[in-house]
T-cell receptor
Framework: NAGVTQTPKFRILKIGQSMTLQCTQD?????MYWYRQDPGMGLKLIYY???????DKGEVPNGYNVSRSTTEDFPLRLELAAPSQTSVYFC???????????????FGPGTRLTVL | AQSVTQLDSQVPVFEEAPVELRCNYS??????LFWYVQYPNQGLQLLLK??????LVKGINGFEAEFNKSQTSFHLRKPSVHISDTAEYFC?????????????FGTGTKLQVIP
């Protein structure tokens, strides 16, 4: 059981380039999230998904896109990278229901992205 | 709307001393409360959570937190810290529901344990 995995771990992009951050979870969780973490700012929600085929915007969605074609995968797409998107990106997942793990978010190790 | 305030951005403490990391929340409805820990270059992991029942919640690594509804607080405590507790700690709040509810995270408190 690997939990939440993210690739790549690090990436440097030039302004205007595009890339996809990959996220996969093997816990059969309904909910998945993308956050960005900037120093002193905590975590900001970019997009979230409540199940395959259903996504919605979070607090800071501009410049990003997501899709959720399977329960396991939730990729985040940056179309035209800008320096303001330099950040650490975390993917997370959680489950509903009545289990003890309900509402707990499980995080991946993060992707450190620099846009120059 | 819900919010979380972590007033202390950094807390230095000597090894084996007690520590309290403060968290206050704002919400017009009942809440679930969480503390997450982030070790350097890693993702967040759950330390403890309050959903209902006893207001004193015990978590991993000897940490505990007390839910105080009248003071809208959920402070994190440890009686004796270790070097390995050096990390950033995030308080978070959400609402009980049968479906998705947004989780709001605080801005984090960096705990620095001094040998």
């Amino acid at each position: 059981n690997a939990g939440v995995t993210q690739t790549p771990k690090f990436r440097i992009l030039k302004i205007g380039q595009s890339m996809t951050l990959q996220c996969t979870q093997d816990m059969n969780h309904n909910y998945m999230y993308w956050y960005r973490q900037d120093p002193g700012m905590g975590l900001k929600l970019i997009y979230y998904s409540v199940g395959a085929g259903i996504t919605d915007k979070g607090e800071v969605p501009n410049g990003y896109n997501v899709s959720r074609s399977t329960t396991e995968d939730f990729p985040l797409r940056l179309e035209l990278a800008a320096p303001s998107q330099t950040s650490v990106y975390f993917c997370a997942s959680s489950t509903a229901g009545t289990s003890d793990s309900r509402d707990t978010q499980y995080f991946g190790p993060g992707t450190r992205l620099t846009v120059l | 709307a819900q919010s979380v305030t972590q007033l202390d951005s950094q807390v230095p403490v000597f090894e084996e001393a007690p520590v309290e990391l403060r968290c206050n929340y704002s919400s017009s409805v009942s809440v679930y409360l969480f503390w997450y820990v982030q070790y350097p270059n890693q993702g967040l992991q759950l330390l403890l959570k309050y959903l209902s029942g006893s207001t004193l919640v015990k978590g991993i690594n000897g940490f505990e937190a007390e839910f105080n509804k009248s003071q809208t607080s959920f402070h994190l405590r440890k009686p004796s810290v270790h070097i390995s507790d050096t990390a950033e700690y995030f308080c978070a709040v959400t609402h009980p529901s049968g479906g998705y509810q947004k989780v709001t995270f605080g801005t984090g408190t960096k705990l620095q344990v001094i040998p």
